[in-house]
């Protein structure tokens, strides 16, 4: 038999590395940037299996150059927006990602930057180094309350619960919004119209997809209140940054956060950039050692799970096992 053919597109943490190279011999991408798409498809092709991030598009055209020998594509993040899902679906091929262990960490950041933004964390750095504190005034720099004050979680997977749970915490009263999903620490489920016009902070925790795209857009941000801070950790796709500008621009709302934009990296010409009440950080929610470290074990086992023939500890797509069993 010969041996499988892997490709990896970065190197990631030696926890999932090293079980990958228990079993198989990868070719890894060594740079600190992405392959570009001629790389990645000219690295991936005749590959059995593909373990990549989220800056590689997998689409349907990557996965024919790949070859019908592709046995599974492993994601290491849960979202799984850069990958064709239903392209693979129908080449019968298992994608893998890393959902739960990341939780906490996300859920950590959309804190962080709630908290930030609302005491304006970063605004009061930078007035300090540029040498402008001249003494202690009632007046300086004030910001928000969290005690007593709503949060808004629009999406109430995993994350979205994890930020109510640390909300609890805090002594605010949570809103969410999210079809089907159950109450859990004490939030009370609400159409959006409500969740927007009652949340003092709103946080973003839906995946990006079609009907996602653009979901806070410039209707989105009128109904929220004038002293509210949007936060976003999903995905910069999910939000319409000119609609963005514009509303902080004009103080429609207090203030934003974000840790994750559309590109990826924003763009340095961005007017978001110029604006004091806008956090913003370089996609980094899942950014803690621990959390990369278990992702990559996460991601590794499901690329060793897919060559092995083996069902993926976490699959996207089920469904690709239903047409063979
Ligand atoms: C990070 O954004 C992830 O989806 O894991």
New binding site residues.
């Given amino acids: 038999m010969t041996r499988p053919k892997i490709f990896i597109t970065r190197i990631i943490p030696d926890l999932g590395l090293n079980l990958v190279k228990e079993h198989y011999l990868p070719d890894i991408w060594t740079h600190d940037l992405p392959p570009s798409r001629d790389e990645l498809i000219a690295r991936s092709r005749g590959v059995d299996g593909l373990l990549c991030l989220?800056t590689e598009k997998a689409d349907g055209e990557l996965m024919d150059a790949i070859g019908p020998q592709l046995k599974v594509i492993s994601n290491m993040?849960?979202?799984v927006d850069n990958i064709d899902v239903p392209a693979a679906t129908a080449r019968g091929i298992p994608v893998g990602n890393?959902p739960g262990v990341?939780t906490d960490a996300t859920a950590d950041q959309a804190f962080a930057l709630m908290l930030s933004a609302a005491r304006r964390i970063v605004e009061a750095d930078r007035f300090l180094k540029a040498g402008k504190w001249v003494t202690w005034h009632p007046s300086l720099l004030l910001g928000a309350d969290f005690a007593g004050s709503t949060l808004g979680i629009v999406g109430f997977g995993r994350i979205g619960q994890a930020v109510a749970k640390r909300a609890q915490g805090f002594d605010m009263r949570v809103l969410y919004h999210s079809p089907n999903a159950p109450p859990a620490y004490g939030a009370q489920p609400v159409d959006m119209d409500t969740l927007l016009r009652e949340s003092d902070f709103v946080s973003v925790h839906v995946p990006l997809k079609p009907e996602t795209k653009h979901l806070v857009n410039a209707e989105f941000l009128s109904k929220m209140k004038p002293n509210a801070v949007l936060v976003n950790t999903a995905r910069g796709g999910v939000l319409d940054q000119n609609a963005l500008y514009h509303a902080l621009k004009s103080n429609q709302i207090f203030a934003a956060a974000l840790d994750?934009t559309d590109p990826e990296p924003l763009s340095l010409d961005s007017p978001l950039l110029e604006l004091e009440n806008c956090i913003i950080v370089p996609?980094l929610?899942?950014a803690s050692k621990k959390t990369r470290d278990m992702?990559s074990l996460l991601a590794a086992q499901n690329l060793v799970a897919g060559l092995k023939g083996e069902r993926l500890p976490n699959c996207v797509n089920p469904e690709v096992y239903k047409a063979s069993s």
């Fill in positions: 989220l993040a849960v979202g890393t990341l994750v996609h929610g899942s992702m």
